[in-house]
């Protein structure tokens, strides 16, 4: 176990640089989701943690000592790669012993920690298998399972879960959960998915561009967006955002946002709005609806409540406390930014 | 796979068909090197008076041992034994070297690594016989005349070798190097430990075409070796052939044909699987 320590940390290729600065302290045993679009950074600020990337300034500390020069076996981390990078001509138990074998673990140890570890991990039936006789989520395990068996004391996830079907997703997505919380491995996950993110995350980095946005828990960063980007990328639907001009209490040139399920249709409110369309998932119903101004606004409304025809006109109303106001850099300017 | 079940469904005339096509075709291909082999076991007398005979006799162990242990100017053992140190030599140099020099130019950045490349790839614009003088003075001069190494050495730097394993090299995904390197294995040991055991088939292919075309030099052999004790077989095979009105012994002259084909085809069987696998194969 370990701590992590990124301090300004900054990468450039060539005159163009990517990573603008990212601070973050990690403690011991944490859970740090790095989420953000496509191309904002994640994997090269992960890589940087791994050593497989050069800091271009900053630096990145594990336990306390810099690692800015070391090599990625000296940094005592372990990583699992999106497509696994299992060597294909080595079986699930050599591709799982090869780092041991390298860092000259005795024979016996090494027997003994690859078959705890493919018990952990269900796949002691498979040790003699070649990578390209198992299935995708099998594969998925074999590469987290050789990232386990060094015992590293930091795991480096890049986007892991991105090539398995839907349903395997949320099963690996807890099995990684409770496993990272029996081994208490402090750990780093890069994801482009905010319901990964949300789920798995002690605390999240938002990346935008090359900057973290924002870092916290993910319930606080969902209900206190520091940015509209924030705002708009945590949460599905994305948060509804109106400009501001129209509100009393608005800032000039800023915008507003409102989440969707904060947002009342009643016959007497704030704007007016017409359904454009309806969306009903089961448990709750998406009711799309297009402002005087032309805007979109997409509600959240309980199953329960009954679904409007499209052309309804509605008033859209919701509480003062609810609204998120943001000037126009994008950034959080009311009370609760703090 | 397409074409393979195609041909498993194919029925009843339509696959004899294509059996008898494929029957005539080997005939009509081994017909040439069976009488070799025909003329080979016969005694002199019986080959050059028509009709020649299309089933072997019993000269076979006479003029095979005729020509393993006499031959014209050195012994075909000896000539063969020759052209088995030249063709492995070839073989293992060519692919060790461009095995190592893929390795640098894809997986290392060094200065003038693009100007490497392309130096690399020019020379294959260059057959041996194209450089074939300035070669033979720089052999001449480093006293390789009469020696194996004069045989191989200058035949070994190879540039479809190396441009071949480049292009495998390329397809190894950048990830499979990472995981090492996280790993923490040195270069050198991903190299021998993943890469050379993924290049496996690459390699069996390139030997077997690298054998047969260290086997088969003529030109080069013929410059280098003065000494008849460092001849090839495929020379000595070109001095058998009577020249002027001496009298050539066809017999023997046919067995020391059949018995230079014999390696090449030995090293062919031997590695058929790994060979059409690497030829066939688009391995991750
Ligand atoms: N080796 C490189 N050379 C030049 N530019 C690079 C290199 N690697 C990444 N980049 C650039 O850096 C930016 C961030 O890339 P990065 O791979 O970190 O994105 P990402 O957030 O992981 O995206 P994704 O979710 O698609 O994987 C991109 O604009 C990319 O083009
Ligand atoms: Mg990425």
């Known amino acids: 176990m370990a701590t992590v320590a990124l301090e300004n940390l900054k990468k450039s290729f060539g005159q163009n640089e990517v990573i603008h ?89 090494i027997n003994e920690r690859v078959s705890n570890t493919a018990r952990l991990l269900q796949l002691e039936e498979f040790l003699k298998r070649k990578p390209r006789e198992l299935s995708g989520g099998q594969r998925q395990r074999v590469a987290m399972g050789r990232a386990i068996v060094r015992k590293p004391s930091v ?81 599905s639907p994305p948060t509804n955002f109106l400009d501001a001009s129209q509100f009393a209490a608005g800032p000039a040139g800023g915008t507003i946002g409102i989440r969707p399920e904060h947002i009342r249709l009643s016959a007497k409110g704030r704007l007016e709005a017409w359904v454009t369309s309806t969306e009903p998932l089961g448990a709750d119903t ?4 297009r402002v005087a101004g032309g805007s979109l606004v997409t509600v959240r409304q309980d199953a329960s409540a009954a679904i409007p025809p499209e052309g309804t006109s509605f008033c859209l109303d919701w509480n003062e406390s609810d609204t998120l106001f943001f000037n126009a850099e994008g950034k959080r300017i009311d009370a609760a930014s703090g | 796979m397409n074409n393979g079940s195609g041909m498993v469904e194919r029925r ?16 009509f291909i081994f017909f040439p090197i069976w009488l070799a082999f025909v003329a080979s076991t016969v005694a002199h007398r019986e080959i050059v008076q028509p009709p020649m005979p299309l089933l072997p006799c019993n000269e076979f162990f006479d003029n095979y041992s005729l020509a393993l242990t006499s031959g014209i100017n050195a012994p075909v053992a000896r000539m063969l034994f020759n052209s088995g140190v030249m063709a492995i030599g070839i073989a293992v140099g060519k692919i060790l070297i461009s095995l190592l020099s893929a390795f640098a130019i894809v997986y290392f950045r060094f200065p003038g690594r693009k100007l490497f490349f392309w130096l690399i790839f020019l020379t294959l614009m260059l057959p041996v016989e194209v450089r074939i003088v300035p070669t033979f003075e720089v052999a001449a001069n480093l006293k390789m005349l ?39 294995a040195k270069p050198m040991r ?19 075409i690298l054998f047969i075309y260290g086997w088969n030099q003529y ?51 031997g590695m058929q699987k790994l060979f059409i696998r690497g030829l066939i194969e688009s391995e991750k």
């Not at chain 1, 998406?286 to 609806?289: C, E, G, S, Y």
């Not at chain 2, 096509?21 to 005939?27: A, D, T, Y």
């Open chain 1, 286 to 289: 998406l009711v799309h609806l």
């Open chain 2, 146 to 184: 009469n020696s194996y190494s004069g045989l191989i050495l200058p035949l070994v730097a190879s540039a479809t070798a190396t441009f071949l394993f480049r292009q495998f090299f390329l397809t190894v995904p950048d990830e499979l190097a990472e995981a090492a390197r996280v790993d923490g």
């Open chain 2, 12 to 27: 009843g005339s339509g696959l004899w068909l294509t059996h008898l096509g494929l029957v005539v075709g080997i005939l």
């Open chain 1, 21 to 109: 600065g990212v601070s973050v302290d990690i403690e011991e045993g944490e859970f740090i989701v790095i989420v953000g679009p496509s191309g904002c950074g994640k994997s090269t600020l992960l890589r940087m943690v791994a050593g497989l990337e050069t800091v271009t300034s900053g630096i990145v500390r594990i336990s306390g000592r810099s690692v800015n020069d070391d090599e990625p076996m000296d940094r005592d981390i372990a990583m699992v790669f999106q497509n696994y990078a299992l060597y294909p001509h080595m079986s699930v138990f050599d591709n799982m012993a090869y780092g041991l074998k390298i860092a000259k673990v005795p024979h016996i140890e």
């Open chain 2, 219 to 269: 030109l080069w052999p013929l410059l280098i070796t003065t000494d008849p004790d460092m001849n090839t077989i495929v020379m000595g095979l070109k001095q058998m052939f009577p020249s002027g009105d001496e009298i050539a012994n066809w017999p023997v002259i046919m067995a020391t044909s059949i018995l230079a084909m014999v390696p090449p085809v030995i090293v062919v069987i």
């Open chain 1, 155 to 235: 795991f480096l996830f890049d986007e892991p879960l991105s090539n398995l079907d839907a349903k395997l997703r949320v099963q690996m997505r807890l099995e990684i959960k409770a496993l990272q919380r029996d081994l208490g491995v402090t750990s780093l996950y890069v994801t482009h998915d905010q319901v990964e993110a949300m789920t798995l995350a002690d605390r999240m980095v938002v990346m935008n561009n090359g900057f973290a946005d924002q870092i916290g828990k993910p319930l606080d960063v969902y209900a206190n967006p520091q940015t509209v980007f924030v705002a708009g990328f945590i949460g």
């Open chain 2, 190 to 208: 991903f190299f021998v430990d993943i890469l050379l055991p993924m290049s496996r088939t690459n390699i069996a292919a390139l030997f077997v």
